[in-house]
T-cell receptor, first 113, second 114 residues
Framework: DQQVKQNSPSLSVQEGRISILNCDYT??????FLWYKKYPAEGPTFLIS?????DKNEDGRFTVFLNKSAKHLSLHIVPSQPGDSAVYFC????????????FGTGTSLTVIP | NAGVTQTPKFRVLKTGQSMTLLCAQD?????MYWYRQDPGMGLRLIHY???????AKGEVPDGYNVSRLKKQNFLLGLESAAPSQTSVYFC?????????????FGPGTRLTVT
């Protein structure tokens, strides 16, 4: 049973606009969340993380929002650039990120020049 | 500084054959992980290690074994390969300490079992 869900397999956005990628989770014990970016034929690379004690974390063009009551997190990319075109995975951990991580199925983002 | 490397990059096995995938990291990370990625699914954790000499089962451990004899290496073994183990395998490592939980991934190994 998928504990972390990304219900949008793909997303297309115009360059310069905002990209919003969504992620839902079912396990209320999750307390640490991460977003990864993956290009074809490469391993995922870490983008940004957030712990359950926060509801927002920002790093440059990337902001992650966490809504614990809704068990929902989102990644905002502003402004979107063609180089952001990749598959984005959200991941969650029930033990402060030390051991087991559960990944979503990914959302393929295409930024149109 | 190579980061996380995986050997081999590609492999084709016949059903019943065995093989070992090697993962190496040069970042002095305590934690190491093996994942598989299948079409339409996210990465699923197979086994992980929180330090040299330790291993633990993840979400999908059946059919795999692991060893962490040295801190920098994490080996994934398939004793008797099955077509269901056709997948892309990723190794990752992390510091595993407060504020340093993000994982660094290798480039992956594409395994086909016929």
């Amino acid at each position: 049973d998928q504990q972390v869900k990304q219900n949008s397999p793909s997303l297309s956005v115009q360059e310069g606009r905002i990209s919003i990628l969504n992620c839902d989770y079912t396990n209320s014990m999750f307390d640490y969340f991460l977003w990864y970016k993956k290009y074809p034929a490469e391993g995922p690379t870490f983008l940004i993380s957030i712990s359950s004690i926060k509801d927002k974390n920002e790093d440059g063009r990337f902001t992650v929002f966490l809504n614990k009551s809704a068990k929902h997190l989102s990644l905002h990319i502003v402004p979107s650039q063609p180089g952001d075109s990749a598959v984005y995975f959200c991941a969650a951990s029930p033990d402060r990120g030390g051991n087991q991580f559960y990944f979503g199925t990914g959302t393929s983002l295409t930024v149109i020049p | 500084n190579a980061g996380v490397t995986q050997t081999p990059k590609f492999r084709v096995l016949k059903t019943g054959q065995s093989m070992t995938l090697l993962c190496a990291q040069d970042m002095n990370h305590e934690y190491m992980y093996w994942y598989r990625q299948d079409p339409g699914m996210g990465l699923r954790l197979i086994h992980y290690s929180v330090g040299e000499g330790t291993t633990a089962k993840g979400e999908v451990p059946d059919g795999y074994n692991v060893s962490r004899l040295k801190k920098q290496n994490f080996l994934l073994g398939l004793e008797s390969a099955a077509p269901s183990q056709t997948s892309v395998y990723f190794c990752a490592s992390s510091y595993g300490t407060e504020g340093r939980y993000e994982q660094y991934f290798g480039p992956g190994t594409r395994l086909t079992v016929t």
